[in-house]
């Protein structure tokens, strides 16, 4: 009984210093820390040597189809200073790297996720002409 009290308590202090719960946060050594780059999902430096613990109190290791709907919204809003732009294409990338049938298929409030998808804007864009490119066309990089 304590131990379900304390997984919905905001006492873990995230990577910019809000608390939540060990429930909405994951773990940072997992490989979807990239999709989750930039947003405050992560215990903060002072639980480095507690993961165990975190995991035991719902800390999360894998994402749903709504964080990846979230992830994605963030890329598109970059611009608001969260992330380089590098590490909002590595999050883009990241988030490419977890889709599958089996979540894009995954239903929010009623929509796929893939359809939900197609309303934003978060796959990084090629800046730099491709060998492959035709080059009677013409290249706009911006």
């Known amino acids: 009984k304590i131990i379900n009290e304390i997984q919905n308590l905001s006492f ?3 990577t910019n210093n809000t608390t939540e719960p060990p429930s909405k946060l994951f773990s940072p050594d997992e490989s979807v820390s990239d999709v989750l780059l930039g947003e405050p999902v992560f215990p903060g430096p002072l639980y ?9 109190l719902g800390m999360r290791r894998t994402i749903s ?3 990846v709907l979230r992830s994605a919204k963030n890329v598109q809003t970059f611009g608001s200073g969260k992330l380089t732009l590098a590490d909002t294409k590595r999050k883009a990338l990241a988030v490419m ?3 599958n049938d089996e979540m894009l298929m995954a239903r929010i409030d009623g929509v796929l996720l893939r359809d939900a998808l197609l309303d934003i804007n978060f796959l990084p864009v090629c800046s730099e002409r491709p060998k492959t490119f035709m080059s009677e066309l013409s ?3 911006d």
């Open 97 to 99: 790297s977890v889709l």
């Open 139 to 141: 290249w706009n990089s």
């Open 65 to 67: 189809a709504n964080d």
């Open 48 to 56: 480095s040597d507690t993961k165990t613990a975190l995991l035991q």
């Open 12 to 14: 873990v202090t995230t």
